[in-house]
């Protein structure tokens, strides 16, 4: 199982990002898809969840309105769209996967900052 995140970078308050995720090793549409963020000094925290099919997603209530998850299972990839980015958002975004194991990718760097 290999995940590997894009996507990161710098941006002022107010911006967007998009980051991504490719996924292999495993049966990409067969799965729930997850986004987890950790910020300097916290615990990494669950951001937001797709299902297999793309049909439902969760978020944490900090992002709701503002990011979104989706999917494109042709290309094995799971996106978050991250509009009105706040300086609270600065983090490292990882994607994540539970098959019998959680994995994890190597995590893309966001820093909301003016």
């Known amino acids: 199982v290999q995940l590997v995140e894009s996507g990161g970078g710098l941006v002022q308050p107010g911006g967007s990002l998009r980051l991504s995720c490719v996924a292999s090793?495993?049966?990409?549409?067969?799965?729930?898809m997850k986004w987890y963020r950790q910020a300097p000094g916290k615990e990494r925290e669950w951001v937001a969840t797709?299902?297999?099919?793309?049909?439902?997603?969760t978020y944490t209530d900090s992002v709701k309105g503002r990011f979104t998850i989706s999917r494109d299972n042709a290309k094995n990839t799971v996106y978050l769209q991250m509009n009105s980015l706040k300086p609270e958002d600065t983090a490292v975004y990882y994607c994540?996967?539970?098959?019998?194991?959680?994995?994890w990718g190597q995590g893309t760097q966001v820093t909301v900052s003016s």
């Open positions: 090793g495993f049966t990409f549409s067969a799965y729930d």
């Open positions: 797709i299902r297999g099919d793309g049909g439902r997603s």
């Open positions: 994540n996967v539970r098959l019998k194991s959680k994995y």
